[in-house]
Each structure stands twice: as structure tokens, then as C-alpha cells.
């Protein structure tokens, strides 16, 4: 089954660090862009990170210099490590799967909460 | 960055109407759009991509339309699994992609 599997959220402190796993399946992972894509409760989707198949990454403003992005091709799986975490980055944090020349998704997975809270 | 503005944030339709749903761009994104469904407690789905191509197994009663910076989605007869919220997503400027703000479906 072609699917992406996230794991690794909870509750931290302000200031404090996390790091995100996210497995897939059921497709050659090493031949697509993988992205983190994040959305506060009752909030809209908010692109967060991204890796190209080189080892390639990009990020937004809002979290450049904070999370970092990288992917393990062998096993199949994409992380996030997140540090100096703030209120503002809770939310749920959802993988998801792109081509290399455009940048949209048809693979998604299905979240993990972050929770950032003293 | 690029500003994706949806409208209306809320559209009440029976079932088995038409919505039509619209997203602009704050500067062209070519043909560069996406659509996606959410439901409560979902991940998105994507819908439509190149602003007309319809994903796999998505249903036909869903178009999408524009280029440029105005663009639309249509449900052409609503089903009761339609309800739900809509995202769309341009990809021509990266990084960042950026999203709208969404457009709920409600039941009327």
C-alpha cells in the first residue's frame, strides 16, 4: 500500500526540541520531493519544509534557522528536527509527497500533533 | 511570496446544487494551481492539479478552471460526502508554495 506514516509529536516546552519521523511505503521513495506540511487547529495548511531527491532543502521564513529537514533514502524514511520551539508552532504536522518538478501533493499522511506548552 | 486569496470562506449549497468555488493569486501562477478537500479530522486530499487535471479516482462532478491569477472549482451536484473544507495551493513561485485560507462547504 502506497502510504506515509508520521510519528514522533507531543507536548514540549517553549524552547524546547523534537524531532518528527516519517515512513513511507509503497512507492520508490528516493524519486520524489518530500515535504512537511503543518496546520493549527482550526487553522489553513502552512508549508514548512522541503528536500529535493539531492539532499536538497528549502524552508520558509517562519521556521529557517529553527527545524531542519533531512531524509534517509535507505530506510525509507523523512524527518524534522525542530528546535527552539514556540507557541506558535503547535499544530498538526502532516509528510507529504511531491514530484521533483512540481510542487504539489498526492500523497499525504495523516499528522502528528505538536504541542508546544509550558 | 505569493498571497492565495479563497472566497467565499463559507458557501452554504444543498445537495445536489452546483458550488463554485474561487482562489486568486496576488500575482500569475501560469497554470500552476492545485485544489484539495479536507475533512474533519483528515489529512487533504488533492483534488486537482494544473489547475484542470483531476487526480486519480477523483470523481468527473469536480472541474477546475483559470489560469493567470483567477481560478475556480466547480462541484457540479453536490453529494453529501462533498461537505467539507477546500484549499488551493499554487506551485509556479517556490519556495515557499503558499495556500489559501480555505472555503467551507456547509450544508444548507
Known amino acids: 500500500e502506497v502510504q506515509l506514516v508520521e510519528s514522533g509529536g507531543g507536548l514540549v516546552q517553549p524552547g524546547g526540541s523534537l524531532r518528527l519521523s516519517c515512513a513511507a511505503s509503497?512507492?520508490?521513495?528516493?524519486?520524489?520531493?518530500m515535504h512537511w506540511v503543518r496546520q493549527a487547529t482550526g487553522k489553513g495548511l502552512e508549508w514548512v519544509s522541503a528536500?529535493?531527491?539531492?539532499?536538497?532543502?528549502y524552508y520558509p521564513g517562519s521556521v529557517k534557522g529553527r527545524f531542519t529537514i533531512s531524509r534517509e533514502n535507505a530506510k525509507n524514511s523523512l524527518y524534522l528536527q525542530m528546535n527552539s520551539l514556540r507557541a506558535g508552532d503547535t499544530a498538526v504536522y502532516y509528510c507529504?509527497?511531491?514530484?521533483?518538478?512540481?510542487?504539489?501533493?498526492?500523497?499525504w499522511g495523516r499528522g502528528t500533533l505538536v504541542t508546544v506548552s509550558s | 511570496e505569493i498571497v492565495m486569496t479563497q472566497s467565499p470562506a463559507t458557501l452554504s449549497v444543498s445537495p445536489g446544487e452546483r458550488a463554485t468555488l474561487s482562489c486568486r493569486a496576488s500575482?500569475?501562477?501560469?497554470?500552476?494551481l492545485a485544489w484539495y478537500q479536507q475533512k474533519p479530522g483528515q489529512a487533504p486530499r488533492l483534488l486537482i492539479y494544473?489547475?484542470?487535471t483531476r487526480a486519480t479516482g477523483i470523481p468527473a462532478r469536480f472541474s477546475g478552471s483559470g489560469s493567470g491569477t483567477e481560478f475556480t472549482l466547480t462541484i457540479s451536484s453536490l453529494q453529501s460526502e462533498d461537505f467539507a473544507v477546500y484549499y488551493c495551493?499554487?506551485?509556479?513561485?517556490?519556495?515557499?508554495?503558499?495556500f489559501g485560507g480555505g472555503t467551507k462547504v456547509e450544508i444548507k
Open positions: 509503497g512507492f520508490t521513495f528516493s524519486s520524489y520531493d
Open positions: 528536500i529535493g531527491t539531492a539532499g536538497d532543502t
Open positions: 494544473g489547475a484542470s
Open positions: 495551493q499554487q506551485y509556479n513561485n517556490w519556495p515557499p508554495v503558499t
Open positions: 500575482q500569475s501562477v501560469s497554470s500552476n
Open positions: 507529504a509527497r511531491s514530484t521533483v518538478t512540481n510542487w504539489y501533493f498526492d500523497l
